[in-house]
C-alpha cells in the first residue's frame, strides 16, 4: 500500500537513475544504440501516478522514477515548473523516454479528460516543443535526431 | 493509509477529505458504494460491481474520479470522460480550502445527475465509454503523431523540396486536409517518380 509520503513525491514524471547517463552517449543517432536503449534497463518513464500503488501506472520492473526529486512545492504552478525542468533535464540526455499514460494499442490517452492531470497533456507538448517525437509501436518518445 | 500519513501537513489543511465525506460519500453510499480507503490525496471506494477512487492529484492538483467495473474486463473510465461522451467538458483544479470545497460540491453534483448507470455498473455503459476513451485516443495520438509530419511537410513546400512534400504527405494520406492535398497533388506533378 503506497505511503502518503509518496504521494507527496508524486511526479507525472518518472526517469532515469544514474546509471542511464551512459545511455546518454554520444551517438545517439546511431540507430543500433536507439535499439539499444529501447531494451535498456532504468529507462525513463512518464505517465500517471497511481494512488493505489504510490506510483507511475504501467511502470515495469527495470523502470525507475524521478519521483524523490519532485516534492509538492505547494501550488499547481511551482509545481509544474519543477515537473517541467526535471522533464527538460532528463530530456537533455537524448535517451527516449516511455510513455506508460497509453492504452493497449500504444495510444497516449489524453490528461484531460481521460486522465484527470493536465501535468500529462503538458508532458506531452513539452516533448513536443523540442522535437520530440511518439511512436505508438513503441510507446517511446524519441528526441529529434533519434528515430 | 490515513491522512496521518501525508507527508505535507498544508494538504490536510485543504479540507479535501471533509468535503469527500460530506458531499461525495453520500451520493455514493446509496448506491451501495463502501470506502475502502483514504488519504489526503484518494478515497477508494467499492461496490458490488464497481471500484472509484476521488483524487485530488498530488501535483497538478486536478481533482477527478476514476471508476473502473470489477469484473474483467475492467475498463479505467473517469468522470471527466463520461461527461465528454455527454457532450459536457468539466475539469477541476483547486490548491484552496474554498476552490477544493466547491469543486467537490461540482462533482457531487455531476456524480448525481450523469453517474447512476456507470456507478451502478448498467450493461452496456462501459462498453460504450471506452469506446468514446479510444475514438479520443486515436485522435489525441494522431495528431501527435502527425504534427511533425506536418510541420516539416510545410517546411519542404516553403524551400520547394517537392520530392519531400510528395514523401511526407504520403505518409499520412488518408489524414491529409483539403490544402494538404491540393499541394500533394501539385509535388507529384513536379516531382520525380510520378
Redesign the interface.
Given at each position: 500500500?503506497?505511503?502518503?509520503?509518496k504521494?507527496?513525491?508524486?511526479?507525472?514524471i518518472v526517469a532515469n537513475r544514474a546509471g542511464d547517463a551512459t545511455h546518454a552517449a554520444d551517438n545517439i543517432a546511431d540507430a543500433a544504440k536507439v535499439a539499444e536503449s529501447v531494451r535498456a534497463p532504468n529507462r525513463t518513464v512518464i505517465g500517471k501516478?497511481d494512488?493505489?500503488t504510490g506510483n507511475i501506472r504501467g511502470i515495469q520492473p527495470n523502470e525507475n522514477s524521478l519521483l524523490k526529486h519532485?516534492?509538492?512545492q505547494?501550488?499547481?504552478k511551482l509545481?509544474?515548473q519543477q515537473?517541467s525542468s526535471v522533464l527538460r533535464t532528463e530530456m537533455g540526455k537524448g535517451v527516449p523516454i516511455r510513455d506508460a499514460h497509453?492504452?493497449s494499442?500504444?495510444?497516449?490517452?489524453?490528461g484531460?479528460?481521460?486522465?484527470?492531470?493536465?501535468?500529462i497533456d503538458a508532458e506531452?507538448n513539452l516533448l513536443?516543443n523540442h522535437?520530440w517525437?511518439?511512436?505508438?509501436k513503441k510507446t517511446l518518445w524519441s528526441p529529434p535526431a533519434v528515430k | 493509509m490515513g491522512t496521518q500519513d501525508c507527508q505535507r501537513k498544508e494538504r490536510e489543511h485543504l479540507g479535501f477529505a471533509e468535503a469527500v465525506l460530506r458531499h461525495i460519500e453520500p451520493v455514493l453510499a446509496p448506491l451501495g458504494f463502501r470506502r475502502t480507503e483514504q488519504s489526503c490525496y484518494v478515497f477508494m471506494y467499492e461496490s458490488a460491481k464497481v471500484f472509484l477512487q476521488v483524487i485530488h492529484d498530488p501535483m497538478s492538483y486536478a481533482i477527478g474520479i476514476e471508476f473502473w467495473r470489477l469484473a474483467k474486463p475492467s475498463e479505467r473510465c473517469t468522470l471527466g470522460g463520461l461527461l465528454a461522451s455527454a457532450g459536457e467538458y468539466r475539469s477541476f483544479q483547486a490548491s484552496t480550502p474554498d476552490g477544493v470545497n466547491t469543486a467537490i460540491v461540482e462533482i457531487a453534483d455531476l456524480l448525481r445527475r450523469h453517474g447512476r448507470e456507470s456507478l451502478t455498473g448498467a450493461p452496456g455503459t462501459y462498453e460504450r465509454l471506452v469506446k468514446d476513451i479510444e475514438a479520443r485516443s486515436e485522435a489525441y495520438t494522431k495528431e501527435i503523431v502527425q504534427q511533425p509530419i506536418r510541420t516539416a511537410a510545410h517546411a519542404a513546400w516553403q524551400r520547394g523540396d517537392f520530392a519531400k512534400v510528395r514523401e511526407l504527405y504520403e505518409s499520412i494520406d488518408a489524414d491529409l486536409t483539403p490544402v494538404e492535398r491540393k499541394r500533394l497533388d501539385y509535388a507529384k506533378s513536379h516531382s520525380s517518380g510520378t
Open positions: 500500500m503506497a505511503k502518503g509520503g504521494y507527496a513525491r508524486k511526479a507525472a501516478f494512488p493505489a519532485l516534492p509538492d505547494g501550488s499547481p509545481n509544474w515537473n497509453v492504452d494499442a500504444g495510444r497516449l490517452l489524453p484531460t479528460p481521460d486522465g484527470i492531470s493536465k501535468f506531452c513536443r522535437g517525437t511518439y511512436d505508438p | -
